[in-house]
């Protein structure tokens, strides 16, 4: 596949930045048609970026024999559905996080692309982010030593539309749109770039509550798990505290130190060891999504691979029902 087109499916506020326009600025790919089911909102926005096509049909848009890659970026509910469509069409993908539903539902879709050869990436985009990276390489140096576990802690108020006489919460936080709430929107994150560094999860168990009573999906949740290689963690996600408690990091405890980073908010690293302290501070570029995408088109091409595929994000999905079975 020489030159990547690819077409959107959903072109919501997540591609207004993050990835829509990254799929014109990676070298051999454009972006060629866009499929909202709102027709004026998807003519709204082939106008504005300058996308030759629109649709208010899906399967229109897999069909296009201009497109030859679908991203698909709507809520979690229709990722399935739309994934196997355009993966029997021959087309590869590239799907929103949470992968799906539920781990059946990635199993479902990755079934589809082994059959059909066709390959399935996920937007796990972290993978791909010099800010992780770095992380990463910390951990691969050694410089804490052996990992021996992992905390991980997200306090945050809940937001203003989920308050007041006439509340509007948005779709993350209805378990039969997004199959959960927003610990699987961003945790999915969390747990997918750990298992990146740090190799599988092996076992995790949780408890998640819905305490405040704001929405229908749980807004507390905590958990502890092992990964394959023996290191253990726990983490807790509340999503109703006040503001004065907001916090959101991640802490690698080694055996010569620890590292802390943020997967949301405070994009600095700090490294402390028994020689002292050392931070880090890499900034995310405009468009978070193009590291990965340059990398899904370099595959696609013959020159690379993508660390972020269907297999992959399957397993974060797993993970998310391990941890809120009960």
Known sequence: MDQLKWGIIGCGDVTEVKSGPAFGKVPHSSLVAVMRRDAEKAADYAQRHQVPTWYDDADALINDPEVNAVYIATPPDSHADYAIRALRAGKPVYVEK????????????????????????????????????????????????????????????????????????????????????????????????????????????????????????????????????????TGSWCFTVNNEQRIEQTQLIGSRGKITFSFFENFRIQVDTETGSDEYLIPMPEHVQLPLIEQIVNELRGEGKCPSTGETGARTSAILDQITAH
Not at 132 to 155: A, C, P, S
Not at 204 to 225: C, H
């Open 98 to 233: 949470p992968m799906a539903m539920n781990a059946t539902e990635c199993e479902a879709m990755n079934r589809v692309s082994r059959e059909t050869g066709v390959p399935l990436f996920v937007a796990f985009y972290r993978r791909a982010l010099p800010y992780f990276l770095k992380v990463k390489e910390l951990v691969d140096q050694h410089v804490i030593g052996d990992i021996r576990y992992v905390h991980v802690q997200m306090n945050w108020q809940p937001a203003d539309r989920e308050l007041g006489k006439s509340p509007q919460p948005n779709w993350r936080v209805l378990p039969v749109v997004s199959g959960g709430g927003l610990f699987h929107d961003y945790a999915s994150h969390q747990f997918d770039f750990l298992q990146f560094i740090l190799g599988p999860i092996k076992t995790a168990r949780g408890i998640s509550r819905n305490q405040a009573d704001l929405y229908a999906a749980d807004d507390i949740v905590v958990a502890n798990f092992e990964f394959e290689s023996g290191v253990l963690g």
